[in-house]
C-alpha cells in the first residue's frame, strides 16, 4: 500500500506564492514508476484536475485554471513531486491532493489509485 503526505499549504496573499510536496512512503526508485497527479477539492464541489507528472519528470499536464502559473516536478530518482503555485489568486483556495498511478498518465480521478490525505491552500484578496 502506498502511503501520500501533503504537505506546503497555509495561508497566503493572493499574489504570492506556495509550494506543496507530496512524500511517498515508496522508495525513491520505486516511487519513479509511478505517475503523479495534483487535485484540488472546495467544499460541495466535485476533486478537479490540476496537473500530472509522468515517470521520468519531463511529461506534464496541466488544468487551463493554473497553466503558467503552477509547475509540477519531481525528485528523480526520488520519493517527492512538488507543486510550484505562483501568482495565487482567491479562487485556487482548496484542499489539495496528490494521487499515484502506476499506469495511466490522466486527468481523471478515477483512474489513481494511490490518495494523499490533503493540505489546505487559502489565497486571500
Known amino acids: 500500500q502506498v502511503q501520500l503526505v501533503e504537505s506546503g499549504g497555509g495561508l497566503v496573499q493572493a499574489g504570492g506564492s506556495l509550494r506543496l510536496s507530496c512524500v511517498s512512503s515508496?522508495?525513491?526508485?520505486?516511487?519513479?514508476?509511478?505517475?503523479v497527479g495534483w487535485f484540488r477539492q472546495t467544499p460541495g464541489k466535485d476533486r478537479e484536475f490540476v496537473a500530472v507528472?509522468?515517470?521520468?519528470?519531463?511529461?506534464?499536464l496541466y488544468s487551463d485554471s493554473v497553466k503558467g502559473r503552477f509547475t509540477i516536478s519531481r525528485d528523480i530518482p526520488g520519493n517527492t513531486v512538488y507543486l510550484q503555485m505562483n501568482t495565487l489568486e482567491p479562487e485556487d483556495t482548496a484542499t489539495y491532493y496528490c494521487?499515484?498511478?502506476?499506469?495511466?498518465?490522466?486527468?481523471?480521478?478515477?483512474?489513481?489509485?494511490?490518495w494523499g490525505q490533503g493540505t489546505q491552500v487559502t489565497v486571500s484578496s
Open positions: 515508496e522508495g525513491a526508485f520505486a516511487f519513479g514508476t509511478y505517475y
Open positions: 494521487a499515484a498511478d502506476k499506469d495511466r498518465f490522466s486527468q481523471q480521478r478515477s483512474d489513481y489509485t494511490y
Open positions: 507528472i509522468n515517470r521520468s519528470g519531463y511529461g506534464t
